[in-house]
């Protein structure tokens, strides 16, 4: 029933930017948190950034904090990743997620189908 479509990946020099996309279907924002999480082959699957649409709260990785911020448009039902000053190690598919809590993948009910980012050196 419901759907998360993520767009906007792609391959980037390091230092450059990239916007990710990430359109629900059959989703309430309003009390609920959504965000996105990423996995590179061979790591464990981390927390990016989330955010709780009842009051706006941001939750962000130590190591994404003050380059990537997390928004949304209520009217496009929709939540984007700005990603800015992308580094190599930001390498990962991207997954876009709803109905759960804070940082916590377990938590996390709807995942998407990912979208790839490559930062080269």
């Known amino acids: 029933q419901v759907q998360l479509v993520e767009s906007g990946g792609g391959s980037v020099q390091a230092g450059g930017s990239l916007r990710l996309s990430c359109a629900a279907s059959?989703?309430?924002?309003?009390?609920?948190?959504m965000g996105w999480f990423r996995q590179a082959p061979g790591k464990e699957r981390e927390g990016v950034a989330t955010?709780?649409?009842?009051?706006?709260?941001?939750y962000y990785a130590g190591s994404v904090k003050c380059r990537f911020t997390i928004s949304q448009d209520n009217a496009k039902n929709t939540v984007y990743l700005q990603m800015n000053s992308l580094k190599p190690e930001d390498t990962a598919m991207y997954y876009c997620v709803a109905g759960g809590f804070r940082m916590v993948a377990a938590s996390y009910e709807y995942w998407g189908q990912g979208t790839q980012v490559t930062v080269s050196s």
């Open positions: 955010s709780y649409t009842g009051d706006s709260s941001t």
């Open positions: 059959g989703y309430t924002y309003s009390r609920n948190y």
